[in-house]
């Protein structure tokens, strides 16, 4: 079955550290998203792509980057990770036009910065 | 963009119909009406999808009166497992995900 897998699932990292989070889909959508959940705020939008090479920056992009190679793979790096950027985050993916627009997400990667 | 409110938070008995409602009084005529379930520690996961009248799936029935400026979703017959937080989204996504907003949703507590 196709899935959308989000590692690691856990993980803890210090102020200033580099840190990456792996998104990776198998159901070749050509869309894929990140997010981030924070108490109080529902999810925000971080950075999204349309396609390979395509990278855009959402409502909370400051801090974030994202490179797309691939249609499998939206990595998503924290140059110099800060307290702030404490959070659940999930990647999601959706099939490229269409009026459905369904958004599938993975588990979510939770992230504390110490 | 069709900015959502709905209820912060509903609790309701086992076995009965729940209803909720979200208001989207600036919905644009090439707007749809999505809803998202999320339980604790996981993703969200896509419910159901209407632009007008009423839909119906195995999970749930949309409900959208003939102005659209409101929805509503109804879960027949809860259990526990429908304990969860449900999102109103209102948008076009012929032009794309991002432009979906995911509000605070509403938290359903089901008692046993």
């Known amino acids: 079955d196709a899935e959308i897998t989000q590692s690691p699932r856990h993980k803890i990292t210090e102020t200033g550290r580099q840190v990456t989070l792996a998104c990776h889909q198998t159901?070749?959508?050509?869309?894929m998203f990140w997010y981030r959940q924070d108490l109080g705020h529902g999810l925000r939008l971080i950075h999204y792509?349309?396609?390979?090479?395509?990278?855009n920056k959402g409502e909370v992009s400051d801090g974030y980057s994202v490179s797309r190679s691939n249609t499998e793979d939206l990595p998503l790096t924290l140059e110099s990770a800060a307290s702030s950027q404490t959070s659940v985050y999930f990647c999601?993916?959706?099939?490229?036009?269409?009026?459905?627009?369904?958004?599938?997400f993975g588990e979510g990667s939770r992230l504390t910065v110490l | 963009l069709a900015k959502t409110t709905q209820p912060i938070s509903m609790d309701s008995y086992e076995g009965q119909e729940v209803n909720i409602t979200c208001s989207h009084n600036?919905?644009?005529?090439?707007?749809?009406i999505t809803w998202y379930q999320q339980f604790p520690s996981q993703g969200p996961r896509f419910i159901i999808q209407?632009?007008?009248t009423k839909v119906t799936n195995e999970v749930a029935s949309l409900f959208i009166p003939a102005d659209r400026k409101s929805s509503t979703l109804s879960l027949p017959r809860v259990s526990l497992s429908d304990t969860a937080v449900y999102y109103c989204?209102?948008?076009?996504?012929?032009?794309?995900?991002?432009?979906?907003?995911f509000g605070t949703g509403t938290r359903l507590t089901i008692i046993p």
């Open positions: 209407g632009y007008k």
């Open positions: 600036n919905i644009a005529t090439n707007d749809y």
């Open positions: 989204l209102v948008g076009d996504t012929n032009f794309g995900n991002e432009k979906l907003t």
């Open positions: 792509s349309y396609g390979v090479q395509d990278t």
């Open positions: 999601a993916s959706s099939a490229a036009g269409g009026r459905t627009g369904e958004l599938f």
């Open positions: 159901w070749n959508h050509n869309n």
